[in-house]
C-alpha cells in the first residue's frame, strides 16, 4: 500500500492556461474523490467516481473543469481557462466500496494550483 | 447534509488527554460520526468512526452519546504531532464527506 498520490504537488500557472492533475488512488480502490480546500476552510467536494463511472459532481464543478478516470484506476483533473479564484489545494482521496467497508477515504497529499 | 458544530480552536498540554467535542442534533439514523485530522500542508487523515456504540483504535477513541445528538474525540496522550485541524462529520459512508471548518488542536511542550 503506497497511499495516494498526487502530481504534481505545485502548479503556478497564468489566468486563462490550462492545467490538469493527475491522482493514483490505492491500487484496488474502487472510489476516487475530487476535493477542493482554500485557505481557512475545510475542503468542499467536486466529484467522484466508482470504477470510471462518474456518479456525482457538484455545483462548484463549473463548466470549465472536468475529470475522468478513463480505466477505473488514476484520475485526472482539468482546469480550463484558469480563474484567479481557481487558486486552492485540489485534493484527491480513495476508498473500497465493499459491504460493510469504504467508511474510510484515503486522501493523497494534494497539489497546491496558484494562478497569476 | 446534517450539520456539526465544534469549537473552533482547542488548546492541550503535551502528554495529558484531549476530548474534542462535536455536536450534530440533527443526525439522521443512518448517519455514522466519522473524524478526520488535517496536519499542516498535508490532505485529511481518517481517525475514526462510529454508529452507535463507542469505538476504540490505536489513534483515538470515539464516545456517542446515547442519544447520538453529540460526541467527542478522545487523544488519549496528546503529542506534538497531533496539533492539526480536527474535523467531526456526518456521512453514511461510501459517500462524499461534508467538511466543516473543524477544530484547530494546539498542543503545548
Known amino acids: 500500500d503506497t497511499g495516494v498520490s498526487q502530481d504534481p504537488r505545485h502548479k503556478i500557472t497564468k489566468r486563462g492556461q490550462n492545467v490538469t492533475f493527475r491522482c493514483d488512488p490505492i491500487s484496488e480502490h474502487n472510489r476516487l474523490y475530487w476535493y477542493r480546500q482554500t485557505l481557512g476552510q475545510g475542503p468542499e467536494f467536486l466529484t467522484y467516481?466508482?470504477?470510471?463511472?462518474?456518479?456525482?459532481k457538484s455545483r462548484l464543478l463549473s463548466d470549465r473543469f472536468s475529470a475522468e478516470r478513463p480505466k477505473g484506476s488514476f484520475s485526472t483533473l482539468e482546469i480550463q481557462r484558469t480563474e484567479q479564484g481557481d487558486s486552492a489545494m485540489y485534493l484527491c482521496?480513495?476508498?473500497?466500496?465493499?459491504?460493510?467497508?469504504?467508511?474510510?477515504?484515503?486522501f493523497g497529499p494534494g497539489t497546491r494550483l496558484t494562478v497569476t | 447534509d446534517a450539520k456539526t458544530t465544534q469549537p473552533n480552536s482547542m488548546e492541550s498540554n503535551e502528554e495529558e488527554p484531549v476530548h474534542l467535542p462535536c455536536n450534530h442534533s440533527?443526525?439522521?439514523?443512518?448517519?455514522?460520526i466519522h473524524w478526520y485530522r488535517q496536519l499542516p500542508s498535508q490532505g485529511p487523515e481518517y481517525v475514526i468512526h462510529g454508529l452507535t456504540s463507542n469505538v476504540n483504535n490505536r489513534m483515538a477513541s470515539l464516545a456517542i452519546a446515547e442519544d447520538r445528538k453529540s460526541s467527542t474525540l478522545i487523544l488519549h496522550r496528546a503529542t506534538l504531532r497531533d496539533a492539526a485541524v480536527y474535523y467531526c462529520?456526518?456521512?453514511?459512508?461510501?459517500?462524499?464527506?461534508?467538511f466543516g471548518k473543524g477544530t484547530r488542536l494546539s498542543v503545548i511542550a
Open positions: 467516481f466508482q470504477n470510471e463511472a462518474q456518479l456525482e
Open positions: 462529520i456526518l456521512s453514511p459512508g461510501n459517500t462524499p464527506l461534508v
Open positions: 482521496a480513495s476508498s473500497m466500496r465493499t459491504s460493510g467497508r469504504g467508511y474510510e477515504q484515503y
Open positions: 440533527t443526525i439522521s439514523g443512518t448517519d455514522y
